[in-house]
Nanobody
Framework: QVQLVESGGGLVQAGGSLRLSCAAS????????MGWFRQAPGKEREFVAA????????FTADLVKGRFTISRDNAKNTVYLQMNSLKPEDTAVYYC????????????????WGQGTQVTVSS
């Protein structure tokens, strides 16, 4: 298994930026494809972005496309989510996740999850 710990969340003003990090341990990091999800109060968990093992392919949800960028550093066993031009509707708990079978948008494709980090965007 792999353990995931998110960090980098916080309170930011609308239009600002945050960089989330997800540190992995327990198994070779580059074995997994990685994803970011978020969950706002009263809402279902939704897909944000994902990246494959080779770092050659990424995809991003339409709602954050052009503002958020996913990347990974296999040497550091870390995946990142750079968030720019933040909006109040981006407020949520952000989770990183790891999967070993397919790269996908569904939470069901991911086997391991972090505890989440809170991102709050004020207007």
């Amino acid at each position: 298994q792999v353990q995931l710990v998110e960090s980098g969340g916080g309170l930011v003003q609308a239009g600002g930026s945050l960089r989330l990090s997800c540190a992995a341990s327990g198994r070779t990091f580059n074995y997994y494809f990685m994803g970011w999800f978020r969950q706002a109060p009263g809402k279902e968990r939704e897909f944000v972005a994902a990246i494959n093992r080779s770092r050659g392919s990424t995809f991003t949800a339409d709602l954050v496309k052009g503002r958020f960028t996913i990347s990974r550093d296999n040497a550091k066993n870390t995946v990142y989510l750079q968030m720019n031009s933040l909006k109040p509707e981006d407020t949520a708990v952000y989770y990183c996740a790891a999967g070993s079978t397919v790269l996908g948008r569904s939470p069901a494709a991911y086997e391991f999850w972090g505890q989440g980090t809170q991102v709050t965007v004020s207007s």
